[in-house]
C-alpha cells in the first residue's frame, strides 16, 4: 500500500509537490450533514501559512483551498471531499543549483536512491509544503469533533533550543509569532531566532498538544491503540523525531507508586497517562509532544556530495524558518484531529455512539 | 477496521487473552521457500518469558508455539502462516477480587467503558501476555531479513529508573537478566529492583533498538514513512509512553550546522537522524528508543472506584515484574522487525528489489 | 496486502491447508456483548461438512470448531475472535502420486508458478476445505444480523446441469442432500447425480442467495458497493465462475421501461434489481446467484503434464463430490453474512445506526 | 473504510459529482520512471466521452485531464499522482425537477436514505460522470502493463438487447460507435437503438474484456484472488448486474471431462476457465464479460414516489443514452487494467518479479 492515505475511516489522501501545478487531497469518510465551507479551512491554513513573520520563510503563498465536491448547499454529502491549493509562489529556478546534490540532513539521498531519481524543486514531495493538504483536512476533522463533541484541539510551542514555555495562557498563543502560551519567554525566543537568522543557522523546538473532552472508549486494542495511531500521524511530520505522550520519557524514572494516575468518584486525581489507559482515550484531557530537529536548510556551509559522489561544500539558499518546529503547531493539531476522527468513526462502527461518562 | 492487525503487506493479525485458552496469530505475506521451523520462533519466545529470572513475573508459561500451517517440508509455502500458543498456567481465581474495581494505571477503566463490560482476568486482551504472539511474529520477520538482507535487529536496556546503561558491549546484553550492554550497571540495577521489591514498587525503562545493515530506500512519503510507522509499531507495545527516532528529543536544543549529518564520499559522517531521512531509511544504523512506565501492578496501597462508583483502596497481588521494560527488550526488536519487514516488501513491490548502495 | 483476511470493518483472516495441523481464523471488530457458542458456528459447518450424504466427499471430518478467544462468559468481548479446527482426517498419502504433476481445471499449476513450488496434499491451501472457517466466521456474522436487525440469509440449489430448481418452498432445502428448494425435481437430481458417478464425470451447479429484512443504506458509494463487495466476496468462493445480482445477465435483452422497479407508496413495485440501487441497499430482498463450475475431480482420464513438462493421462483418485455446487450453499450464506455485516458496520461509522424504512 | 478507493498498492481514490466544479482522482502507487503523459490519458477518456455520436449522451464536456502532481520532467516519480478534469458543461437547471423525487431504477431513493440528503443534480455522486477518472487511473496502469510485460487489454460489444456480437475483427471495435468487434451486426445495432429512441426507451448490454500477456501467478489465495477482484471492479461499474469470468454461467451445464483445460507440453488445449486457476492467473489470455442494465432514464413515463412520499408519474429529461453499456467498454478496460496492475505489484512484493512462464 502506498503511503499518502492515513485513516482507515476518516481517510485522508494527498498529493502534490513542492513546486508543482497544486497540491490536493481526497478527504473519505466524512458523516454527511455537517456545515461546511471554505473559510472553515482556510482558518487554519492562515495559521501555518508561511511569509506571516519576519520569522518565517518569506515564500509567500495565498494557500487559498477550493472545495470541489462532497458539499452540497452548504453540507458534506457524506461522499469524498476533493480540496486543491494551486502553488501561485514556485521560483523554481531558486532550485537549479541542489539538483546535483545531496543536501545534508535533507531527503534528497533517500529519495534518489528509492525512486532512482527525484523532483529536486525545493525538495518535491518531501517538502513540508505537503503539510498545508494536512492543515486542510484536519480543519474539517477538527470541526466535526468540535460541532458534535466539543471536542478542543489546540497546540503551542513548548519549547525552542534551550528556551522553555509553560502553557501559562491559551489566549497568549494566537497573539505571538511563536505560538508562545508563555509571554515570559516572548523576548527569549526572538533573541534566540534574531540570533540563528544572523548566524544563517537553526533550532530545534518541542510543540505540545493538548485535546480537550475527548470521549471516553477512543482507540482499538492492540496494535491500533489510540497513542500508537497518534505516533503514527504525529512522526510523520516533517522534521519530527519524537513523540510522547503523557509524561513520555519522564515515565522512566518514575515510580509505579508515582505514575499511576489514581481514580475518586469526582474522576481521575491526576493525569500522568495523558488521557489513554491501555491504548483507549479515558475521557481526561490528551496530551502528546513532539520534538522538532532544526532544519538542515541553513547557509553556515555543510559537507556533502553530488548525485556522481563528487565532495562539495553547499549552503541552503532560499527562504526558510530558522525554526521549522514554528509552523507545526497547526499541523500537529491537525494530525491530532484527524486521529481522533478516525477513531471516533471506528468506535462508532464497533460499539456504538461514544459516551461522555466520568473522568 | 479493527485493530489487531499491523503491517500492510507483511501482515500481522493476532488474537487471545491472558488467561483464556490459547494466544494466536495469523501472518500473512511471508514470501514462499523460507526455511521456517518452530524453533525459529522458540528462541525469542524464551527471551521474553516470565519465570526466567527472580526479578520477572513467576507466572510459568513454557510459551511452546506450534505453527499450523503455511509451512511444507520446512518451507514457507507463502500462504498464511497460523501460529498458536496455548495457556497453560492460568490461575484465574488470583484475578476474582478485581473483578469489580479499576486497577489504577491499567485498562480496566477504558476496557469497561469502551465495551459495556470485560474479561477481568488478568487483564483479558489488555495484557502484556499478547506479546507473546507479536514475539514469535516478528521471529519470522527477523529471519526473513537476517537470511535475504543480513539485517540485524537488537535491543538493550538504556535505561532503568535513574540508572544509564550505555552500548558497550553487545555480547553483555543475553548474559544478565536486564538485557544491559553495559556490565559496570548490573550491580546498580539490581540493587534497584531489589529494592523496589522489598517496597512493593515499580520503575519506569527506556529500551533501545538498533538495526543495521537496513538496505536503503524503505519507507514510503508521506503518511507510511518507515519511522511513522515505526512510532506507531512500538508505542502499540504496553506501556510505552514515547518513542525516539535517533537523537530524539535532544534535537529540540540543538543546531542544524550541528544535527544535520554530513556525507563525504565514504558515506555519513554522523548519525543524528537515526539512519532515516525525508521517513526513508538512509542505510545507515537504524536507532530508536522507547520509555516504558513503571507498571501499576504494585503492592503499594492506590484509591481506586469499583464498578458502582464505590471508593476503595487496593494493593495488585499475583506475580509481576517489579520493571516490565526489561522484557519488552525482544517486543521492541520484534516490533521493528516487523515494520522493516513490511516496508521491504513495500519497497519492493513498486520500486523492485533493494539496493545496499553507499551508507 | 497479503490475500487471506476479508472485509475492512468485520474482518476475517484465515488460515490453514487441507492436508495441514489446522484450519483456523480470526474475526475482527464484532461488537461487544453478543452471545455467543460454539453451537452456534456448528449448525453451519454442519450444514457444508462433507460426508453427510452419498453424493458428497467420503473424507470424513467431525469439524468440531474451538472458539479460543473473544469470548467470555458468553458474550462477544469486542477483541478478536479466534477460531479453530483441527484436521482429523488427513490420509495425505492418497495424494502422494499427484505431486509432481498439474491436474487439469485445478490451481497446482498456478500455484507452482507463483510461488515456485506447493503444498500438493490434497491441493494445500487452494482446496475446498480452506471454506470452512469461512463458514464458521459467517456464522458469527449471521447471528449477529438475525439478532440485531432480524436478517435472514438463506441459499438453495437453483440449478444442477440441466435440471433447474424453483424456489418453491424454503423449507424443503434443508430436507434433501441437494438444498433444493424444489421437491419436484429431487428425482431429476438423484438421477443426474448417480449417472455421473458412475461415468466418473462431474457437474456445474447455480447456487442462489436470498437475505430477506436487510436495512436500507448498506453500501458505500463508488467502488465498495454492495453489489461490488458480494461479487468480491461469492467469485472467491472456489468454482465460482459467475455472479449475478437481481436478474443479472437477464438485464441484456431487457429495456428500461421493464426493468425499473416502480415505486409506490406502500413500496417497489418489483426486484429487477436484486434489493441494490446504485450499489446502496434498497431494504428490498437482496438476490444474487452464482455460477459453480463442475470439479476437475473427476475419473475420467484427462491429458497434462508434470512438473518436468512430460505429457501424461491421470485420473483423480480419492474422495470427491460430483457436484462440488450443493455444498456451495452454506458457503454462499456465509459470505453473504460477511459482506452484509461489514456493511452494517461501515454505515454505522459514518451515518449512525440504520434505519428500517423499506419501502 | 470509505468506498472511494479501489486497489491495495496500485491505489485509486476518486471524487466528484455530476455537477460538481471538477472530478479528479489520486493514484499511488505508480513505480516511478515510467514516461507519462496527459496525452496518455486522453486517449481513452475521449474512447468514453458522451456526444462523440448520435447514440450516445449529447452532454459535451471536453474531459481534459490536467496532471497535478507525481510527473517531473515527462517520468512517475513513484509519489501520489493527482489527476483532475473540469465539469464544463453542467446545466445543472435540468435537473430541478427531479429535486423532490426518486427515479426508479436510479440511486435516489437509496442515497437519500442513507445520507438524509442528496446532491440531486444529475444524480450528483451516484452519475456515471464518476467514471471518467477511473478511464484516466486505469489509462495508466494500461501503459505501464504494456510497457513492461507488452500486456493487452481491450473491450467489446458482445451483446445489445438480443444483438449479439461475435468477436470477429478487433480492429473493426474502434471504427464503430458501438464498440463491435462484428461488423456484420452494425446495422441492427443502429436499428434497434433508433427504435429505442423513437420509443424513449433504453436497453441493456453484455461487455467483454479481453486481456492478453497477462504474466503467470497474478492473484492472491484466498480472497483476493484475481478473479474475485476482478468481480468487484466490474461489478462496482455503474449498472452492471452481472460478472462473468471464462465460460461463466455457461459451467452450470458443462461436465468436468469437458470444462477443465487440458495441458500439453505446448500449454493448454483449451480456456474455459478464461485464464484464472484457483484465483490466480495462468498466463492465458484473460476473460470477462459484465451485464449492463437498461438505463432508468428514459421518456416512457414511470411511478414512483417524491421524498414526502407523495405517488407521481415522472419523466426523465435531459441528455441520455439509450444503451449505457456503449460507453462502458473503456470503464471496463479500465477496472481490469486497475485490477491487474494492483495484483502485479502485489505479486511483485511477495514472490519477486513476474515471469512468462509455459502456458
Keep these: 500500500m502506498a503511503g499518502n492515505t492515513i485513516g ?19 478527504v473519505d469518510g466524512v458523516p454527511p450533514g455537517i456545515p461546511l465551507t471554505e473559510a472553515d ?48 509562489d514556485q521560483r523554481s529556478q531558486d532550485y537549479g543549483e541542489i539538483k546535483e546534490l545531496y543536501r545534508p540532513g535533507h531527503a534528497d539521498f533517500t529519495y534518489d536512491q528509492k525512486y532512482g531519481f527525484r523532483d529536486y524543486r525545493g525538495g518535491g514531495r518531501s517538502s513540508a509544503r505537503e503539510t498545508a493538504m494536512r492543515v486542510a483536512a484536519g480543519a474539517i476533522a477538527k470541526k466535526y469533533l468540535q460541532l458534535t463533541h466539543n471536542v478542543v484541539i489546540r ?11 509553560e502553557l501559562k495562557d491559551w489566549s497568549q498563543v494566537e497573539q505571538n509569532p511563536f505560538f508562545s502560551p508563555d509571554s515570559d519567554q516572548l523576548e527569549a525566543l526572538d533573541a534566540l531566532l534574531r540570533g540563528l537568522k544572523k ?6 523546538a518541542k510543540v505540545s498538544v493538548v485535546a480537550e473532552n475527548v470521549p471516553v ?42 505514575h499511576r494516575d489514581e481514580i475518586r468518584k469526582e474522576g481521575f486525581q491526576s493525569n500522568h497517562a495523558g488521557g489513554i489507559l491501555g491504548g483507549i482515550s479515558s475521557g481526561q484531557t490528551l496530551t502528546a509532544s513532539i520534538a522538532l530537529k532544526p532544519t538542515s536548510s541553513i547557509t553556515v556551509p555543510g559537507k556533502t556530495i553530488t548525485r556522481q559522489g563528487e565532495e562539495v561544500e553547499m549552503i541552503t539558499r532560499g527562504r526558510h524558518d530558522p525554526c ?7 499541523i500537529a493539531e491537525a494530525m491530532t484531529a484527524i486521529v481522533l476522527m478516525d477513531h471516533l468513526l471506528r468506535h462508532r462502527a464497533q460499539c456504538g455512539d461514544v459516551t461522555h461518562s466520568q473522568k
Excluded at 482507515?8 to 481526497?26: N, Y
Excluded at 548566524?199 to 530545534?204: F, Q, R, V
Excluded at 505516533?231 to 509505579?256: P, T, Y
Aim: aromatic fraction near 6%.
Design 8 to 26: 482507515q475511516l476518516f481517510r485522508v489522501t494527498t498529493f502534490g509537490e513542492s513546486h508543482g501545478v497544486a497540491l490536493g487531497c481526497i
Design 41 to 88: 479551512l482556510q482558518h487554519d491554513l492562515d495559521r501555518r501559512r508561511p511569509g506571516t513573520s519576519r520569522y518565517t520563510t518569506q515564500r509567500r503563498e495565498p494557500d487559498q483551498v477550493k472545495i470541489l465536491s462532497g458539499v452540497f448547499e452548504g453540507k458534506t454529502t457524506g461522499t469524498s471531499i476533493g480540496l486543491l491549493i494551486e502553488n501561485t
Design 155 to 165: 497546540g503551542y510551542l513548548a519549547q525552542m533550543g534551550d528556551v522553555c514555555c
Design 199 to 204: 548566524e544563517g543557522d537553526s533550532i530545534g
Design 217 to 258: 472508549g477512543l482507540g482499538e486494542p492492540v496494535f491500533d491503540r489510540l497513542d500508537a495511531d497518534l505516533a503514527h500521524a504525529l512522526m510523520s511530520i516533517n522534521a519530527v523525531k519524537g513523540v510522547e505522550i503523557g509524561d513520555g520519557f519522564d515515565v522512566v524514572a518514575q515510580r509505579g507508586s508515582q
Design 324 to 330: 521549522v518546529g514554528i509552523r507545526a503547531v497547526p
